[in-house]
C-alpha cells in the first residue's frame, strides 16, 4: 500500500504521452535534488530497450559532479524497444521457457520492496523519483494499464506534459485519468515549445485548479556523433539546473518539498482537529482517550486501507512508512463488494456525472435508472415475482419504503379506515434492525438502536440459530420452542451446513411441525389477546446482521413465511399475481447480491418475498442509493385516478444517476466474478455441486471450511458460523451480548501489522494490521467478492494466531 516517509521524499513520474521528456526532465530533478546536497534514489520499474539507452543509464550518466548521491537502479529489464507487456511476451518466446509474467501485486511488491529498502539507508532529507514508461495508461508487464497497477503505492505524482502537437489534449486527458483514480498530482512539467507554445495554454488552465506549472527550455537536437551528443546534453543539463540553484527546476523541487511537508503536516494535525469537530456515530466519544485512538485514513484500495501511524506512541523510525496498509474487516459497513476505488465504479460515477449531474425523477426517466430497475426486476433479485423498482437513497429509507407499501396493500385489501390504518403492526424476529430513521427503527422491538421517539409497533419471535460447534452444525433452539419440541437440549444437531439450508429436506422433519405449531399458537394468541393488527411479515433473510451476526435457522423463516401466506386467508394457496395473508418483505441490504454467495436468498429459503430492499452492494459501497422491488400486486394498492392514492414518498436524490449508473457497472462485475476460477475453487472447497440451480442455493463460503472448524473447537469460542464472505465468532463471555467487550479485547493484537511477517502482507508487501468492528461478544469479519485466496489466508492466519494465544 501507499508509502510516505519522514526523511524521504517520493514522487512518481508519469507522462501525457510517450516521447515527451520524462527522462530529461526527470534527470534534471535528480540532478538538481542531489545539488541541493540531498541523497537521491531514481527508480526505473520497468526498462524495454537496449542498455546504452536505458533511462536509468541516462540518469546516471548526466548526475554531473552528484553521482556519488544518485542511486539508479531498473527492476525489470527487456531487450525490445517496445511496450512492457509485449517485451514481457517477447522474451518469453524468444527463450522458449515458461517464464511467468509477473503479476501486478508481484510487480507492487517489488516497486514497495525496493523503496523501503532506499527508506533503510536513508539518515537525512532525501528525495526519491519513480519513473514509469510511456503514456499513463501505458500497460504494465501484466498488459494492465499503469494507472491501476501503481494504484495500491498512491506516490505523489509529477505529470509530464506534452509540449507538441496535441499536447494540450493529451496533458489534459491524462491530468484527469489521474484524478479518476485519486492520485495526488502535486506539478505539471513540459517543454517550453516556442512553435506550439503548449505551456500558455495550460499554466493558466492548470492555476485555476491549483496545480502547479513548469516549462523548461527543450533539450538539443540528437547529434549523429554519440560523443558529441553526450557533450551537448551534459551542457543542457548544466545549462537547466545551474549552479546557483536558482530557476525553474529548483523552483519544482521547492514545491515539490512543500508538497510533501503541508501532507505530513496535515496528517500530523488530523487526530486533533477530528476530535474537536467530528461527532462519530456509533462510538462513545467518552471512551476515546488519546488521539491515538483516531484511525486516520490517508487512502484506501482494494481490500485496504492506508492508514497515518505517525501519531501513535509508538511512532515508526524514520526508516519506516508513516503509513501502513490495514484491512478493510468489515467491508466499510458491508458495502464494498469489489474492492476499494475499483476503476470501473469510479469511471461509471464520473461518466454519470458529466452526463446528468443529477436530474428530477417524478414522471420521467434516464438510461442508468431505467437499466438499473430492468436488470434488478427481470434477471436480478427480482426475477419471476417483481414488477416494479423504487429508488431511494439508502437501506434504511428504501425499508420505510418498503414498509409503506406493505401497510397500504393491507389496508386497502382489508378495507381499513384511517383510524384503524395508524393501529397496524409488523412480526418479525428479535435482533432485527432495519435502519436508524425513526420508521425503521419502529419495525424493531426496543433495543440498543432505537431513541426516544421509538415506538415499536409489532410482535417479535425469538428465532432460531444456526452455528458451528466444536465442528458440529447445530440449531440452537430458545426456550419456548425447545419446550414445546420436547427436547432435553436445547441443541439440535442439523448433520451438516449443506443439510441445514436443505429445505425441501427439513420441511419434512418434526422440527418443521414444531416450528409451525409455535407460530401458529403465537398467533392466535396475539388475536385473542387483542394485540394491534399484523400488516406485514418483515425479514433479514438468513442473517440479522447489527443484532449480532444472528444466522436464523432458515427453516424457521421458511415456516413463518408459510404460516403467515395461509393463517390470514383463506384459500391458502398463494395466486401467482397476488400476495396473500400477510405482505412478506425481504430486507435484503446485508445479505443481497452475493454477500452469501447468493444473489438473493428466495431460491434458498424456496419462496419470494412481496417486496425486497436492496442496497449496500448494490454500487459496490461507491455512493449510496436503494431499490425497493415490489411484485403487482403491491403496486396495484396505489393505482387508482386519485393523487392521494399514489404513493407520496420520494427523496431528492430517487433514481440519482450516478449511483444507477455504478449500480450498473457493478452488477457487470459481479456477473463476471460469479463465473469465474477464482469463486469455482472456493466451492469445490465446500463441496458445491457445479449446477447453477445447486449454486443458487447451496451454503459455501471464502472462509476456509477447514479455518472455520479449527477456530469451532477453541476453548474461548462459543460458535462460529461462516457463509459466503461473512465469518462470525461468537466468544464464550457469561456477560456477554451488544455492550460487552470481549470480542475487542480478545482481538487487540491484529489491529496493527507485525514488524516482519512474510505470511501476512498487503499488495506492496508490507505486514498490515486488521481493521474490524465487534457487536459485543461476537467478532465478525468481511471479504469482497473478489479478495484474494492469498490475502483471506493471511487474514485467517492473523485471526488463528490472536484466538489461539488467549486460548494457551
Given amino acids: 500500500m501507499s508509502l510516505l516517509f519522514k526523511n524521504l521524499r517520493i514522487h512518481q513520474i508519469f507522462g501525457a504521452n510517450t516521447d515527451v521528456g520524462k527522462t530529461v526532465l526527470t534527470s534534471a530533478l535528480v540532478r538538481a535534488s542531489a545539488a541541493k546536497g540531498a541523497s537521491v534514489y531514481y527508480l526505473k520499474p520497468v526498462s524495454t530497450g537496449p542498455l546504452d539507452v536505458a533511462d536509468d543509464e541516462h540518469v546516471k550518466r548526466f548526475a554531473g559532479h552528484y553521482k556519488d548521491k544518485v542511486d539508479s537502479t531498473c527492476l525489470f529489464r527487456f531487450d525490445e524497444p517496445v511496450s512492457p507487456h509485449l517485451a514481457a511476451r517477447l522474451a518469453k518466446e524468444q527463450t522458449g521457457r515458461e517464464v511467468a509474467v509477473p503479476s501486478d501485486e508481484t510487480f507492487a511488491n517489488a516497486v514497495a520492496h525496493h523503496i523501503r529498502q532506499c527508506a533503510t539507508r536513508v539518515t537525512r532529507p532525501s528525495h526519491m523519483y519513480v519513473e514509469t514508461a510511456g503514456g499513463v495508461h501505458s500497460p504494465t508487464l501484466s498488459g494492465t494499464t499503469q494507472l491501476d497497477s501503481y494504484r495500491p503505492l ?389 442473517v440479522m446482521g447489527a443484532g449480532g451476526m444472528i444466522f436464523v435457522d432458515p427453516l424457521f423463516q421458511r415456516v413463518l413465511i408459510d404460516v403467515v401466506r395461509g393463517s390470514y386467508d383463506s384459500p391458502a394457496t398463494r395466486p401467482a399475481s397476488q400476495w396473500v395473508g400477510l405482505p412478506v418483505i425481504f430486507d435484503e441490504v446485508f445479505v443481497g447480491l452475493y454477500r452469501l454467495g447468493l444473489q438473493s436468498t428466495g431460491p434458498l429459503l424456496g419462496v419470494h418475498p412481496d417486496i425486497s430492499v436492496n442496497a449496500k452492494i448494490l454500487t459496490g459501497g461507491l455512493v449510496p442509493l436503494a431499490v425497493t422491488m415490489a411484485s403487482d400486486s403491491i403496486f396495484q394498492a396505489f393505482y387508482s385516478d386519485k393523487k392521494v392514492d399514489a404513493l407520496l414518498h420520494g427523496h431528492s436524490y430517487t433514481a440519482y444517476p450516478v449511483g444507477c449508473e455504478v449500480a450498473n457497472a457493478t452488477l457487470d462485475v459481479l456477473e463476471k466474478l460469479t463465473g469465474s476460477e477464482e469463486w469455482q475453487v472456493v466451492q469445490h472447497k465446500w463441496n458445491v455441486p457445479e449446477s447453477k440451480e445447486a449454486r443458487d442455493t447451496a451454503v459455501w463460503s471464502f472462509w476456509d471450511p477447514d479455518f472455520v472448524n479449527a477456530i469451532s473447537h477453541l476453548d474461548t469460542v462459543e460458535e462460529v458460523m461462516a457463509f459466503g464472505t461473512v465469518l462470525s465468532i461468537k466468544v464464550k463471555d457469561t456477560s456477554g451480548g451488544y455492550q460487552s467487550h470481549s470480542a475487542q479485547k480478545m482481538l487487540e493484537s491484529i489491529k496493527s501489522g507485525p514488524v516482519e511477517d512474510k505470511l501476512s502482507s498487503a499488495p506492496g508487501g508490507a505486514p498490515f494490521g486488521i481493521h474490524y468492528r465487534t457487536l459485543g461478544d461476537v467478532a465478525y469479519f468481511m471479504l469482497s467478492l473478489n479478495t484474494s485466496a492469498h490475502t483471506v489466508r493471511s487474514v485467517e492466519g492473523r485471526i488463528w494466531a490472536a484466538m489461539k494465544n488467549v486460548s494457551a
Fill in 154 to 542: 498512491f506516490l505523489p505524482t509529477v505529470l509530464i506534459g506534452d509540449s507538441k502537437l496535441g499536447g494540450i489534449s493529451s496533458t489534459i486527458s491524462s491530468y484527469e485519468s489521474l484524478l479518476l483514480r485519486g492520485y495526488i498530482i502535486d506539478t505539471i512539467m513540459l517543454f517550453r515549445d516556442e512553435y506550439y507554445r503548449n505551456w500558455e495554454y495550460l499554466s493558466p488552465y492548470f492555476a485555476e485548479r491549483g496545480v502547479h506549472v513548469v516549462a523548461l527550455d527543450p533539450p538539443p537536437e540528437r547529434h549523429a556523433d554519440r560523443a558529441q551528443d553526450i557533450a551537448l546534453t551534459d551542457k543542457y543539463y548544466e545549462k537547466i539546473v545551474p549552479s546557483t540553484q536558482e530557476g525553474g527546476i529548483f523552483d519544482v523541487v521547492r514545491h515539490l518539498d512543500d508538497c510533501h511537508a503541508r501532507r505530513l503536516a496535515e496528517l500530523a494535525s488530523m487526530p486533533g482537529r477530528t476530535l474537536d469537530t467530528i461527532w462519530w456515530p456509533f462510538v462513545q466519544h467518552g471512551l476515546v482517550k488519546s488521539e491515538a485512538d483516531v484511525n486516520v485514513l490517508d487512502s484506501a484500495s482494494g481490500d485496504f486501507f492506508s492508514v497515518y501511524n505517525g501519531h501513535h506512541p509508538s511512532q515508526p523510525t524514520a526508516s519506516l512508512s508513516l503509513l501502513e496498509p490495514q484491512f478493510d474487516g468489515s467491508a466499510s459497513w458491508w458495502t464494498q463488494a469489489v474492492g476499494h476505488a475499483h476503476p470501473a465504479l469510479a469511471l461509471a460515477a464520473a461518466r454519470a456525472a458529466g452526463r446528468y449531474g443529477h436530474v428530477m425523477f417524478p414522471q420521467g426517466t434516464h438510461l442508468p435508472a431505467l437499466t438499473l430497475a430492468e436488470r434488478l426486476v427481470r434477471d436480478g433479485p427480482g426475477k419471476g415475482w417483481a414488477a416494479r423498482a423504487f429508488f431511494s437513497d439508502d437501506g434504511s429509507t428504501g425499508m420505510e419504503v418498503a414498509l409503506k407499501m406493505a401497510l397500504r396493500a393491507f389496508s386497502v385489501k382489508h378495507g381499513l379506515d384511517a383510524p384503524q390504518r395508524k393501529n397496524l403492526g409488523i412480526l418479525g424476529l428479535k435482533g432485527s434492525y432495519h435502519g436508524d430513521t425513526i420508521g425503521a427503527m419502529d419495525a424493531c422491538e426496543e433495543g440498543v438502536y432505537t431513541c426516544e421517539w421509538h415506538d415499536a409497533k409489532g410482535y417479535w419471535f425469538d428465532p432460531p440459530t444456526v452455528a458451528i460447534r466444536k465442528g458440529k452444525a447445530v440449531v440452537s433452539l430458545p426456550p419456548a420452542i425447545g419446550t414445546l419440541s420436547g427436547t432435553a437440549d436445547s441443541l439440535v444437531d442439523t448433520r451438516s451446513l449443506a443439510h441445514t439450508y436443505n429445505m425441501e429436506e427439513r420441511l419434512k422433519t418434526p422440527l418443521a411441525e414444531t416450528y409451525r405449531s409455535y407460530i401458529e399458537q403465537t398467533l392466535r394468541k396475539l388475536q385473542e389477546n387483542g394485540s394491534p393488527a399484523i400488516a406485514a411479515l418483515v425479514l433479514e433473510p438468513l
